[in-house]
């Protein structure tokens, strides 16, 4: 077995069950402003992924671990090169978590106003940035032997931007489908209205996506190679078509599950089309960073295999039940009754 | 000022502010879990309030302190990258195992604990917070075993441009990690019961809650008695391991220019660094030195001048710090010591001033870690990893110096503004007794 591609698949894994978790958390959070017309229905979306979203937010933590421990020269240059980047992505999240701690401990509104609007701020970079680096990934950064020839102004190319456009719309309805199915009342029912809405420029992003990615990179020659991959965009495109149809049928959970299949399969998508590369070079083939020439030794893949093959199942057993334990919706009595509550 | 110098000072300053966060969480953790056991085996109700109480200002404190750790996993690779590159294979691994069995648990578990108290029973609501402690202190373990390689490399080979890991369980059974896991848990155990007790002390004074408060005085006295002198004992060991390990830091710890045998303690001194000598040097105590290094009073200690120039450690900084965590080290001891004697017999509200004195020390707890992280830190110098590899090669080389200085002032500004609120908040809900800590949830409707 070549421990180099399970680990790529780890690695596509982590990301893309990131994406799935902190998506709708992101969503939301983006979306508690205009969904909360008072400030208990806008605790009441903060408490509806309270429980749940720093355990999501570890698996960003450990995607980036994981490329540490396995592709250590991906991690060193991806990490330097997207320097400015991932600074406004980590003020972001820094932001992001204190600010549902924060947020109710003091009752003004004026204190209250100034961490709802952190939090609709630190939601959105994030879901921006992410499908801003992701694009430029997918296309491939400019870097050669000398290093890297890029700049955040360059990160913003046309690509770059219907990429970061296409998470920010994804999570945006992955958040309104999750307020809609963990919420009741007069927020739930405009949390589902708001995801019809939003289905319509979400599909128009998705297509301009796929169509523009086959100018923008080089990711569909995998597919042309193994058309059997084909499978992993058509899901997407279906749960994302499935969303729409679930919807109409009245049934947000299923339409909630069929946006976690979207941006699994989207993700996985892009994932796919990079193999072997993690990072390709725009420029140079050569200097691609692929799962070979940036991947730590045998040995060491080896060893961090065997701590994922008996840890991630333990985690992946108490996750579910954490879900299953905080199921139900959240309520506006619940939260103003309880005195732990965000 | 260069990339080199300001990502040297981002990483110091990022990395402190993380670490006002950490050592309270490492310790409260554990001092709420024992109070919430309490409440499950007495069922006294008393206790599942001093959980709340003290559990709502844990997740205040906790909540910076996480947030301001990814910080720290990112930087490696953001300024960094050489030393990265250079040591991924073996230094990545840990991290990575951190957020596999640690992170994991400790975030979906502090959900459970702070959001469950009406959905899981009783006794799996106090396993919860059990298993947060548990978590925290087994991601001390692996980031301290992270750096206990930077201290003390073991377990790998120079081979393809890069140290390799060869031997895991050298990795994870290194004595230098081990040492450093222990004296710094329960150096954050002090931390803890000093917070506890000064904001006991405090609400003693004003004579408000005193049952809740002498309780929790009781509780925390005998933690932090317990936990000084462990950091006492696993410090002179860890300290004698870096004399064998790292003897140029261990020769600045102690202002030690020149290589002697049967080396005297010095109980005062101070060192000049520009003309390699003490300035002072009063009341020896011959041999204690070697005997604290070696467990022998004969045994020969390096000196500073016995290093070349360029792999020496800045004396000044490393030698005063490490003198002025130890005094702290033994203030602990004896405050710890007699709080649990006045506690014990029931007389601490007869000595108001110890209180106050309890009160204001709050902070030094707090100090003596930082104070034991720039004697770790500073003291390896110039080194990133010990006789291995320099900071200076480590830095990323793609770094421009405005986005350098552009980081380190976001840094500053944000968390100068979230440290400050969040020790407001602190403040404010450590003030207001266990009765009235439901600020927010009560008061919604009346919005």
Redesign the interface.
């Known amino acids: 077995m070549d421990l180099h591609i399970v680990w790529f698949v780890l690695w596509g894994v982590l990301w893309a069950v990131y994406f799935m978790l902190d998506g709708f958390v992101l969503g939301a959070g983006m979306l508690h402003r205009v969904l909360g017309k008072s ?2 229905d806008r ?1 009441v979306v903060i ?1 509806s992924f ?3 979203w ?2 999501n ?2 698996w ?3 995607a ?3 490329t ?3 592709f ?2 991906t ?7 997207l ?2 980047p ?2 406004l992505l ?2 972001a ?3 992001r ?2 600010s ?3 947020r ?4 003004g ?1 004026t204190w209250r106003g100034c961490w709802d609007w952190a939090i609709v701020l630190s939601s959105f970079v994030p879901a921006l940035l992410f499908g801003v680096a992701f694009g430029n990934i997918f296309a491939g950064l400019p870097m050669d032997q000398a ?2 020839h890029g700049s955040l102004i360059a990160l913003l190319n046309p690509y770059g931007i219907v990429s970061g456009l296409l998470f920010v719309m994804l999570f945006l309805e992955h958040g309104a489908l999750y307020v809609a199915v963990k919420t009741t009342g007069d927020l739930s029912r405009r949390a589902e209205s708001l995801a019809r809405t939003l289905w319509v420029p979400l599909l128009v992003v998705a297509v301009a996506f796929l169509g523009y990615t086959n100018f923008a990179t080089k990711l569909y020659d995998n597919y042309l190679k193994a058309p059997v991959f084909l499978v992993v965009p058509l899901v997407a495109v279906a749960a994302l078509v499935g969303v729409r149809l679930l919807l109409g049928a009245g049934n947000t959970l299923a339409a909630f599950a069929s946006s976690c299949v979207a941006i699994l399969g989207v993700v996985g998508t892009g994932v796919i089309g990079l193999f072997p590369n993690l990072i390709p070079s725009s420029m140079d083939a050569l200097s691609s960073l692929t799962i070979y020439n940036s991947s ?2 045998e ?2 893949l080896q ?2 295999t065997g ?2 093959f008996t ?2 199942p333990v ?1 992946i057993l ?2 579910i039940w ?1 879900y299953r ?2 199921r139900g919706t959240v309520t506006a009595e619940a ?7 965000y | 000022m260069d990339v080199l110098t300001l990502s040297r000072l981002q990483f110091a300053i990022t990395s402190m502010f993380h670490f006002i966060f950490v050592p309270l969480t490492l310790g409260l953790s554990v001092l709420v879990a024992m109070m919430e056991t309490r409440y499950v085996m007495t069922g006294n109700e008393m206790y599942k309030r001093m959980t709340k109480f003290w559990g709502k200002l844990f997740l205040i404190n906790f909540a910076l302190g996480v947030v301001t750790g990814i910080t720290m996993e990112f930087q490696f690779g953001m300024n960094w990258a050489e030393y990265s590159r250079y040591v991924g294979d073996i230094f990545g691994a840990p991290l990575a195992i951190e957020a596999t069995v640690a992170f994991f648990m400790e975030s979906v578990f502090i959900g459970v604990w702070a959001f469950g108290w009406d959905k899981v029973g009783k006794r799996f609501h106090a396993v919860s917070i059990w298993l947060v402690a548990l978590a925290t202190n087994l991601s001390g373990l692996w980031i301290l075993l992270a750096n206990g390689w930077m201290q003390h490399p073991v377990g790998y080979v120079l081979r393809n441009g890069r140290a390799e890991m060869v031997d895991f369980m050298a990795l994870i059974t290194n004595p230098f990690g081990l040492l450093k896991f222990g004296h710094q848990i329960v150096s954050g155990y002090t931390v803890a019961g000093f917070f506890v007790m000064g904001i006991s002390a405090y609400h003693l004074l004003k004579a408000r809650n005193r049952e809740f408060f002498k309780a929790s005085f009781g509780m925390a006295a005998v933690f932090a008695l317990a936990a000084s002198i462990m950091v006492g004992v696993i410090g002179d060991f860890h300290a004698a391991d870096v004399a064998k390990t790292q003897p140029a830091k261990f020769a600045a710890m102690e202002a030690v220019w020149n290589s002697c045998n049967n080396a005297p303690m010095h109980l005062i001194a101070f060192p000049d660094e520009k003309n390699e000598c003490n300035l002072v040097t009063a009341l020896p105590v011959p041999g204690l030195l070697s005997f604290l290094a070696f467990h022998d009073t004969n045994a020969q200690i390096r000196g500073i001048t016995s290093f070349p120039k360029d792999e020496r450690p800045p004396v000044l900084p490393v030698f005063l710090s490490f003198r002025l965590m130890v005094g702290l080290g033994t203030l602990f001891i004896l405050l710890s010591a007699a709080a649990l004697f006045l506690s014990k017999n029931g007389l601490l509200e007869k000595y108001p001033l110890f209180l106050k004195l309890l009160v204001l020390c709050i902070p030094l707890p707090y100090i003596a870690n930082q104070l034991g992280w720039i004697v770790s830190e500073v003291g390896r110098q110039p080194w990133i990893v010990y006789g291995i590899m320099k900071t200076s090669d480590a830095v990323s080389k793609s770094l421009e110096l405005s986005q350098v200085i552009g980081s380190l002032l976001g840094f500053t500004l944000l968390y100068g503004l979230l440290g400050f609120v969040d020790i407001y908040l602190l403040a404010k809900f450590a003030r207001k007794g266990p009765e009235e800590t439901h600020v927010g949830a009560s008061n919604a409707f009346r919005n």
Not at chain 1, 104 to 107: C, D, I
Not at chain 1, 335 to 341: F, L, Y
């Open positions: 400030d208990l605790r408490n309270g429980p749940v720093d355990g937010e570890v960003l933590i450990t980036g671990g994981a540490f421990a396995a250590p020269t991690y060193a240059l991806m990490f330097s090169y320097y400015t991932l600074l980590l003020f999240l820094i932001v978590g204190v549902f701690e924060f109710s401990k003091e009752e509104a290093g890297y730590s030794s040995y060491t060893i961090m701590v994922a840890f991630v985690v108490y996750k954490v334990v905080f939260v103003a009754a309880d005195h732990e509550a």
